[in-house]
């Protein structure tokens, strides 16, 4: 069964650093979004991507963020510079059509130290 | 802005009970609302969708409802397992696309064998 795939799985790096967070969304799917969950607390958005632009972002995806489809398969964001408030587990997700079913990938887990 | 709240946060069954795990929304403007499972330190594994226009949605032991006037939707497990243990997540699509999703904190499910 196709599936959505993250690397790494574990990402450490001090503040200040820049960090790239990789996904490759299930083959034939055309949206992307990214969500992060901060430990203890809920899963929140940041981010949908569709046709090579953000369709849509929340607040918290501010200028420090950034996404990119650089080639046919994988879906990256960049973190440039990191802070302690961003370390959490971040998913990546895809889906076929905007308003189907959303398959996450299972997780990078960031920590900034 | 949109809240969804699962209540209670956790749940102890023995097994073969049913579960009954419920969410609810506060804007009834939604595209849809799916259903997911997360086993700890991992990702978020779908269990249902429900496109906002339809009432139920059934897979195997899951039967999950939605009605979106009072804000609020049901996920049934049939004659729970050990393997059921898990947490449940709720989340609603909205936004420009319809698929910026709203997640709830989830209910930590425990079946006793």
């Known amino acids: 069964e196709p599936e959505v795939t993250q690397t790494p799985s574990h990402q450490v790096t001090q503040m200040g650093q820049e960090v790239i967070l990789r996904c490759v969304p299930i083959?034939?799917?055309?949206?992307f979004y990214w969500y992060r969950q901060i430990l203890g607390q809920k899963v929140e958005f940041l981010v949908s991507f569709y046709n090579n632009e953000i369709s849509e972002k929340s607040e918290i995806f501010d200028d420090q963020f950034s996404v990119e489809r650089p080639d046919g398969s994988n879906f990256t964001l960049k973190i440039r510079s990191t802070k302690l408030e961003d370390s959490a587990m971040y998913f990546c997700?895809?889906?076929?059509?905007?308003?189907?079913?959303?398959?996450f990938g299972p997780g990078t887990r960031l920590t900034v130290t | 802005k949109q809240e969804v709240t699962q209540i209670p946060a956790a749940l102890s069954v023995p097994e073969g009970e049913n579960l009954v795990l419920n969410c609810s929304f506060t804007?009834?403007?939604?595209?849809?609302l799916q259903w997911f499972r997360q086993d700890p330190g991992k990702g978020l594994t779908s269990l249902l969708l429900i496109q906002s226009s339809q009432r139920e949605q059934t897979s195997g032991r899951l039967n999950a409802s939605l009605d979106k006037s009072s804000g609020r939707s049901t996920l049934y497990i049939a004659a729970s397992q050990p393997g059921d243990s898990a947490t449940y997540l709720c989340a609603v699509g909205a936004g420009a696309a319809g698929n910026k999703l709203t997640f709830g904190g989830g209910t930590r499910v425990l079946v006793k064998p």
């Open positions: 083959s034939n799917h055309l949206y």
């Open positions: 997700a895809s889906s076929d059509q905007g308003m189907n079913e959303q398959y």
């Open positions: 804007d009834s403007a939604i595209y849809n």
